[in-house]
C-alpha cells in the first residue's frame, strides 16, 4: 500500500493536504530527513520558517536545516560548526605540509645545483691558477698590479 503522505505528514501522523509545505521538501522516500528538523527544531516551526521565506529559497532552506540538525544530532555541542573546524584544521595541517615539502624541494634543488657546479669551479679554479702564473711571469703585467 503506497501512501501519498509526505515524510512530515508521515511522522505527526496526520492526513497529507493537496497544499502542504512539506511535501516538496521531505519526501515520502526519506523519513530520516524530516525526524532529524523536526528533532532538533520541531515541526510547526520548520512549517514558519518554510512559509516565511520565497518560494525558489524553500528547498534550499530544508536542505540547510537537515544538515544543521544532522550534524547536531552528531555533535550536539558544537553541531557543523565542529565538522568546520575540524576541516580548517586539516587544511591548515595540509598547508603546514606543503610548506615543508616545498622547503625540502627548494633544499635539495639548490643543494643539487651546489654539487654540479663544484666540478666546473674546480675547472674554472685551476684555469685560473694557470692564468695567475702566466700574468706574474711577464713581468709587464705584474708591475701593472703593483
Not at 69 to 81: F, L, M, N
Not at 107 to 113: A, D, E, G, R, V
Amino acid at each position: 500500500m503506497i501512501s501519498g503522505r509526505c515524510a512530515a505528514c508521515k511522522n505527526q501522523r496526520r492526513k497529507c493536504p493537496s497544499d502542504c509545505i512539506f511535501s516538496p521538501y521531505f519526501p515520502a522516500n526519506d523519513p530520516q530527513k524530516f525526524a532529524c528538523v523536526h528533532k532538533i527544531y520541531g515541526g510547526s516551526n520548520v512549517g514558519k520558517m518554510l512559509q516565511g521565506i520565497p518560494t525558489y529559497l524553500r528547498e534550499q532552506t530544508a536542505n540547510a536545516l537537515y544538515l544543521e540538525a544532522k550534524w547536531r544530532i552528531h555533535d550536539p555541542v558544537y553541531g557543523s560548526v565542529g565538522i568546520i573546524s575540524s576541516l580548517y584544521e586539516q587544511i591548515k595541517n595540509a598547508e603546514i605540509e606543503l610548506a615543508k615539502i616545498q622547503t625540502q624541494i627548494t633544499f635539495y634543488k639548490l643543494q643539487t645545483q651546489h654539487v654540479e657546479a663544484e666540478p666546473n669551479s674546480e675547472v674554472l679554479q685551476s684555469q685560473s691558477s694557470n692564468m695567475e702564473q702566466f700574468e706574474w711571469d711577464n713581468p709587464t703585467i705584474a708591475s701593472w698590479f703593483n
